[in-house]
């Protein structure tokens, strides 16, 4: 038997999905790339995708899977999952684990948390806090204007590598604003 049929318990509501998303009108359907990962992370659950970021701060082998595939769909779940285990953990390097997973998880949803994470006294959350600043740009996933707050605090901050990043960040940002 192969593993896509070993997974497979039961047919997929497709109909239900696509009502549930919005992508059913009176005139056809609407679909893309944002609503096929919704989809996809609703078949997953809510429950097994925050059970992946718990999976991937523990260093199970296949983490790095779990990663990409939690990159690929940024599920709102599993952003939340991250910023709880951040907030509620006292294992230090699972909250530093949750923010640097939540750099590539995240998308413009979490952008109200970074100031606080910027802000927090542990130097590594500095950091991997400036590196989601980071990614939501590289991958325009945001706006230079939604992160000017954020850019000033990086602009200004006390770690050396925080200010590294902000350099980089605005480098790129020039090199973007010329070619465009």
Not at 41 to 59: K, T
């Amino acid at each position: 038997m192969a593993l896509s049929d070993e997974m497979n318990q039961g047919e997929i509501d497709w109909t239900a999905i696509a009502r549930k998303l919005g992508t059913l009108q009176e005139n056809g359907e609407s679909g893309g790339s944002k609503t096929a990962r919704e989809a996809v992370a609703m078949i997953i659950g809510s429950s097994n995708l925050r059970a992946a970021v718990d999976y991937y701060v523990s260093h199970k082998k296949g983490s790095e899977l779990v990663r990409h595939v939690l990159w690929l769909l940024h599920p709102w779940c599993a952003m939340e999952r991250c910023y709880g285990i951040y907030q509620n953990e006292k294992d230090h390097d699972a909250r530093v684990d949750a923010i640097e997973l939540l750099r590539v998880v995240a998308d413009r949803r979490a952008l109200p948390w970074i100031k606080g994470l910027l802000e927090d006294p542990d130097e590594g959350i500095q950091c991997w806090s400036a590196g989601i600043v980071d990614q939501l740009l590289w991958s325009h996933l945001v706006d230079p204007e939604e992160c000017e707050e954020l850019l000033q605090l990086m602009q200004n901050h006390t770690n050396k590598e925080v200010l590294e990043r902000y350099s980089f960040i605005m480098e790129y940002l020039n090199e973007r604003e010329n070619y465009s």
